[in-house]
């Protein structure tokens, strides 16, 4: 774990967290380079084989959940959705957003403390960034065997804590959370 996850880390530094989805049994090199460093690894199902887990807990602790299509006796194991805090933001996560509606409908609404920030899903192969009701819904799309003509892609969610004493955002919320996407290219 590092500083900035563990207590009394240094509270300035943003928590990086590499986001993908979608990898089919196959982890790149490429795109394991663009996750070193994060300190947490969001896996948005469809994982394809447990050597993928494997390889990404290498990098940094991973929560992952099982798509559709991880039918496999290893991924018995892995939950179909799962819900994270880091940084005091609460990610919910799922393959499938269509899925998580019900699940999302009975969490306390954005402006409440112990509201999820963080929506994220895969499935679709496609980059979604969207806020919506204060909420941030992530699909970094798909970090596989490129397919529909797609690029591969990773998503890395910096959430930064506002030094104290600086203002809070509309409703409170004193957590900045950003997000940008990593075209992958090459093997």
């Not at 990610?91 to 509201?115: E, F, T």
Request: proline letters at 6%; a neutral charge.
């Amino acid at each position: 774990m590092s500083a900035a996850l563990a207590e009394g880390g240094d509270r300035r530094r943003p928590i990086v967290i590499g986001v993908l989805s979608d990898t089919h049994g196959h982890l790149y090199p490429k795109v394991k380079e663009t996750l070193e460093g994060v300190d947490h690894i969001i896996h948005a199902g469809d994982v394809g084989s447990a050597h993928v887990l494997t390889e990404l807990k290498a990098i940094a602790p991973v929560t992952a959940v099982r798509g559709n299509c991880d039918l496999e006796a290893w991924a018995q194991n892995v939950p179909t959705e799962a819900e994270l805090e880091v940084g005091g933001v609460r990610i919910l996560v799922g393959h499938i957003a269509g899925r998580l509606r019900d699940r999302r409908a009975r969490v306390p609404g954005a402006l409440h403390p112990s509201a999820v920030r963080a929506v994220v899903t895969g499935h679709t192969h496609r980059v979604e960034i969207e806020e919506r009701d204060g909420v941030l819904h992530l699909n970094p799309g798909s970090a596989g065997p490129q397919r529909f003509g797609r690029p591969r892609t990773v998503a890395r969610l910096s959430i930064t804590p506002r030094p104290e004493g600086q203002k809070h955002d509309q409703g409170g919320v004193s957590t900045r959370v950003e997000v940008e996407i990593a075209i992958v290219s090459g093997d």
